[in-house]
């Protein structure tokens, strides 16, 4: 297959500067102002269409940007003391050969999940 992952996720906002600087600071997404690469580490990606009538993410959104994380637990934890509502479910971790999940929503609204794969044995 020609395509090797992905190479960017664009979007549109009010405010570029601001939310590119809260993505950085809270989730550690992005680069710094005037860098445009953020190396991330190898592991797996999840591509998925979902029907327009899934009550997965809110239906006024269009997507939902899944990032890989580690140590879930710690960032929550460091999401909340910033004030930034966190949104977990027991269902979401019924199934942990696929991993644990958490919900958070940038300052516009975007629905952001949080997803820690499984610790490879």
Not at 7 to 25: I, N, V
């Amino acid at each position: 297959m020609p395509v090797t992952g992905i190479g960017g996720f664009f979007f549109r906002t009010q405010d570029p500067q601001a939310l590119a600087a809260w993505y950085l600071k809270h989730l550690g997404v992005g680069a710094p102002e005037g860098q445009f690469l953020w190396d991330q580490q190898a592991g797996p990606t999840v591509f998925s269409p979902f029907p327009q009538t899934t009550d997965y993410f809110a239906a006024e959104k269009g997507w939902m940007l899944n990032l890989r994380v580690e140590g879930l637990d710690d960032l929550l934890t460091a999401l909340r003391a910033a004030g930034i509502e966190v949104i977990t479910k027991d269902e979401w971790d019924a199934t942990p050969e696929i991993g644990r999940f958490a919900r958070i929503h940038d300052p516009e609204g975007n629905p952001i999940e949080l997803w820690q794969p499984p610790r490879e044995n």
